[in-house]
């Protein structure tokens, strides 16, 4: 158990609805990333977030956004889903402000399907 | 632009030592991390190298050589328990900013 947890662990949803992805990062953890991973793919990292503000951004499309709360929860919101948008996606946090040493410790992950 | 190349399979039978290898491409290169990711499981962190050289933890060590963009993770002694994949990952500095960026994974088989 790394400490990071995810909600939901599932989700099913129809195309072009919008959900909400929820992450706690691990006591004391400041920065949260989100990733995304399709069948059989690597992990796509999408943004970074460090104590609240936005730090780095990767292939997030424009549907996609997200934040961190001043209680250091993030969450990942998806709209206009596509059936291309089913993956799992992960969340992980670390101590540091993507500093050098990048140990980043991952949730259990949340399945979304699009149906 | 940005990239990682690792093997897509490795096979090989309990005991062996066996070597994932990565190459990247990319610049503001800031340090070669690898995870390991079971089926159905979150990836879990396995070691970083910034510097060039060899960083040993337990059965697993890591490699890397800057000027040749290439790093290793050698696993010794391979158990049943390490068959997973194997993601090589860089924290990539270019277009002032940075990101991280993922290898497609190498799956390994650990034969009896």
């Known amino acids: 158990d790394s400490g990071v947890t995810q909600t939901p662990k599932h989700l099913i949803t129809a195309t072009g609805q919008r959900v909400t992805l929820r992450c706690s990062p691990r006591s004391g953890d400041l920065s949260v990333y989100w990733y995304q991973q399709s069948l059989d793919q690597g992990l796509q990292f999408l943004i970074h977030y460090y104590n609240g503000e936005e730090r780095a951004k990767g292939n997030i499309l424009e549907r996609f956004s997200a934040q961190q709360f001043p209680d250091l929860h993030s969450e990942l919101n998806l709209s206009s889903l596509e059936l291309g948008d089913s993956a799992l996606y992960f969340c992980?946090?670390?101590?540091?402000?993507?500093?050098?040493?990048?140990?980043?410790?991952f949730g259990p992950g949340t399945r979304l399907t699009v149906l | 632009g940005q990239s990682l190349e690792q093997p897509s399979e490795v096979t090989a039978v309990e005991g062996a030592i066996v070597q994932i290898n990565c190459t990247y491409q990319t610049s503001g290169f800031y340090g070669l991390s690898w995870y390991q990711q079971h089926d159905g499981g979150a990836p879990t962190f396995l070691s970083y190298n910034a510097l060039d050289g060899l960083e040993e933890t337990g059965r697993f060590s890591s490699f890397l050589s800057r000027s040749d963009s290439y790093g290793y993770l050698l696993l010794q002694e391979l158990q049943m328990k390490d068959s997973a994949s194997y993601f090589c990952?860089?924290?990539?500095?270019?277009?002032?900013?940075?990101?991280?960026?993922f290898g497609t994974g190498t799956r390994l088989k650990v034969l009896a």
């Open positions: 992980a946090s670390s101590s540091l402000a993507g500093g050098d040493n990048n140990e980043q410790f």
């Open positions: 990952a860089v924290r990539d500095g270019t277009s002032g900013t940075y990101k991280y960026i």
